[in-house]
């Protein structure tokens, strides 16, 4: 519908929308995360939760204990690659459509542990991750702004078409496979579905 | 302040066949510490735990430490040929794996007391008697320093690897410990982050 015309039948009290905008409101005000924190990352999670910054206002107040209740994992902290694969399963037990913040620059890359012999170099190796948040710890108000940007990315989303989000496409996987313990390091070191070791390019 | 010189003598007279060996520190931290070997190690525990003078009952902290082999290079006046030269006399010695004990008395209100340990090598022979049954203490730390390390604790209740899962092969804190080669480009490498960032992208 033209915005103008939106616009202008609002003005006279008719309110237009479509039924994806409806859908996807609905969607990005209740969102439940996933109660689980992994490292000091998990404090300012959890200070964001509470009254100061009240995550509530965005409509993300109830912290789910059980995977099966939420559609949004917060990996706050620190992933060591014994925790690893843990985390993937949790991730595949949340039912979609479902969501990853990745919080802190442990688990977005590995942070100041990166060359350490038991920490991951970030959670977006296997499973997808929609907003990365640097900072050590970023600070509560940096994780309200990841969940804004989640919320616009969830508003975006639309129903149907080649752009249309995983749950609402029978080919896409909706669960990703859980890293096994290896003799040295986890198998697989990462999922090349998800994750793309980065090339480097010079120009010149 | 107690006097390590004393003691020493005092478990070499009460524990039949113990030889003590008082290791200095010249270092700021100036903290002189008690080596003994491991086939007393026990009994010297048990002395030092129970003697009614000394009285160590609260054992704060174990660790490992790595001592890699050495070769020690001394030039010596030879006479070869009937010529006298300077040869260099190379001697090797064998490293070890050591286990260090801080020890403090909760009743006498003294300690620190430092006491090690070493094995005789460090591959084949990487054995040490565990002090779990005299300072309930050490149990975790004997199981991380087994991980970590290597050293065999004899005698411990539950030796099983505690920060790395069970079927990992290497111990990370050893100094000739190999990592997994999962090096991803970094915007700004140096040292030895460097080295690997050549054989990773050359030419870049
Ligand atoms: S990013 Fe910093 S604050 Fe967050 S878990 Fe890692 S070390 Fe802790």
């Not at chain 1, 929308?17 to 209740?30: A, E, H, M, Q, V």
């Not at chain 1, 970030?122 to 929609?130: E, L, N, Q, T």
């Not at chain 1, 496979?177 to 010149?204: I, S, Y």
Request: net charge negative; charged share 25%; aromatic share 8%.
């Amino acid at each position: 519908m033209d915005e103008g015309l939106r616009n202008e039948l609002s003005k006279q009290g008719v309110f237009t929308t479509t039924l994806s905008d409806l859908y996807n409101w609905g969607r990005r005000s209740s969102v439940w995360p996933l109660q689980f924190g992994l490292a000091c990352c998990a404090i300012e999670m959890i200070a964001a939760s509470m009254a100061r910054y009240d995550l509530a206002r965005f409509g993300a107040e109830v912290f789910r204990p059980s995977p099966r209740q939420a559609d949004l994992m917060i990996v706050a902290g620190t992933v060591t690659k014994k925790m690893a694969p843990q985390v993937v399963r949790l991730y595949n037990q949340m039912p979609e459509p479902k969501y990853v913040i990745a919080m802190g620059a442990c688990a977005i890359s590995g942070g100041p542990f990166k060359q350490g012999y038991n920490v991951l170099k970030g959670i977006d190796r296997y499973i997808p991750v929609d907003v990365h948040i640097p900072g050590c710890p970023p600070r509560p108000e940096a994780l309200l702004h990841a969940f804004m940007t989640l919320q616009r990315k969830i508003d975006e989303q639309a129903m149907s078409g080649k752009a249309r989000p995983r749950h609402l496409n029978p080919d896409a996987p909706s669960e990703f496979p859980v890293p096994q313990f290896g003799e040295h390091d986890l198998v697989p070191p990462k999922n090349e579905m998800v994750w793309e070791t980065p090339v480097v390019t010079r120009n010149g | 302040m107690i006097d390590l010189e004393s003691i020493r003598l005092r478990i070499e007279a009460s524990v039949a066949g113990a030889q003590v060996t008082l290791v200095p520190n010249d270092s700021p931290a100036a903290q002189p510490s008690l080596l003994v070997e491991g086939a007393h190690g026990l009994a010297i525990a048990l002395f030092l735990r129970d003697d009614a003078e000394l009285r160590f009952d609260y054992c704060s902290n174990a660790t490992g430490v790595d001592w890699l082999d050495t070769e020690l290079k001394v030039k010596v006046k030879q006479v070869v040929d009937g010529v006298e030269k300077e040869v260099e006399q190379v001697t090797k010695k064998p490293g070890y794996l050591e286990t260090v004990y801080h020890l403090y008395s909760m009743e006498k209100r003294h300690g620190p007391l430092i006491l090690r340990m070493r094995t005789r090598n460090r591959a084949g022979e990487a054995k040490l008697p565990s002090l779990t049954s005299v300072w309930r203490s050490c149990e975790f730390q004997e199981r991380e320093i087994y991980d970590l390390y290597g050293i065999e604790f004899i005698g411990h209740p539950d030796l099983r690897r505690i920060l790395m899962w069970d079927g990992f092969k290497d111990h990370p804190m050893r100094k000739d410990y190999v990592e997994p080669d999962d090096y991803e480009y970094e915007p700004t490498p140096h040292d030895e982050v460097l080295e690997k960032a050549k054989e990773h992208y050359p030419g870049s």
